[in-house]
């Protein structure tokens, strides 16, 4: 069975700090990745998605950045945290060829 | 453009009665939707709850049934007696395949709670 882990559980961060949140899933080989926001009472917007390793695409710019080093990792970053980047982070994976997405259990951002 | 609406919550019902939460979608750029019910048990992640990728079909878990109905663009989720530990967030999707990546598009969510 698939297993998606997410890291760290929550993160209390100052305006203008670096921020990295990961992301690995385990089980399956070569899945499609995804990064999702949602702010508090607000819809999953998708941020960036990968298909294969080295590789990422934008969906949402938020100044945020992704990367794919691994085959079961995917990275989310920023150099410089503003307000607007509080919310619920969730990383999903898919099948390839397949509409559902499997959600790992999500990082909750505070940026004070 | 694609989009997805559904019932606004808190929708609040009592265990053992009957409850259905609306899903109307708009598929302007996708030939082939496919929907999602996914939900969210307090303090888990998202789960996938149900899903229907041909119009016309039923899905159906845990007691919950969704129609993908075309005519009308919904996908309604229904159960006919809900228990407390329903309780939890749902969440309506529309998805397509693009190239070989999947996107969706989510409804805002409903949150439900039962009451004993």
């Known amino acids: 069975a698939q297993t998606i882990h997410q890291w760290p559980v929550a993160e209390i961060k100052a305006v203008g700090s670096p921020l990295s949140l990961g992301c690995t899933i385990k089980g399956k080989s070569s899945p499609n990745l995804y990064w999702y926001w949602q702010a508090t009472g607000g819809t999953l917007q998708q941020l960036f998605y990968?298909?294969?390793?080295?590789?990422v695409e934008s969906v949402v710019q938020l100044n945020l950045s992704a990367s794919r080093p691994k085959d079961d990792q995917f990275i989310l970053s920023t150099e410089k945290l503003l307000l607007s980047h509080s919310g619920f982070y969730l990383c999903?994976?898919?099948?390839?060829?397949?509409?559902?997405?499997?959600f790992g259990p999500g990082t909750r951002l505070t940026v004070l | 453009g694609d989009s997805v609406t559904q019932t606004e919550g808190p929708v609040t019902v009592s265990e053992s009665e009957s409850l259905i939460i609306n899903c109307t979608y708009s598929a302007t750029s996708i030939a082939y939707p496919n929907l999602f019910w996914y939900v969210r048990y307090p303090g888990e992640g998202l789960q996938l709850l149900l899903k229907?990728?041909?119009a016309g079909q039923k899905g159906s878990s845990r007691g919950f049934e969704a129609t993908y109905n075309k005519e009308t663009t919904s996908f309604h989720l229904q159960k006919a007696s809900v228990q407390e530990s329903d309780s939890a967030v749902y969440y309506c999707?529309?998805?397509?395949?693009?190239?070989?990546?999947?996107?969706?598009?989510w409804g805002l969510g409903t949150s439900l709670v039962v009451n004993p």
């Open positions: 229907v990728i041909t």
């Open positions: 999903a994976w898919s099948p390839g060829g397949y509409a559902e997405q499997f």
């Open positions: 990968s298909i294969t390793v080295g590789q």
């Open positions: 999707a529309l998805g397509d395949l693009v190239g070989d990546n999947s996107k969706l598009i």
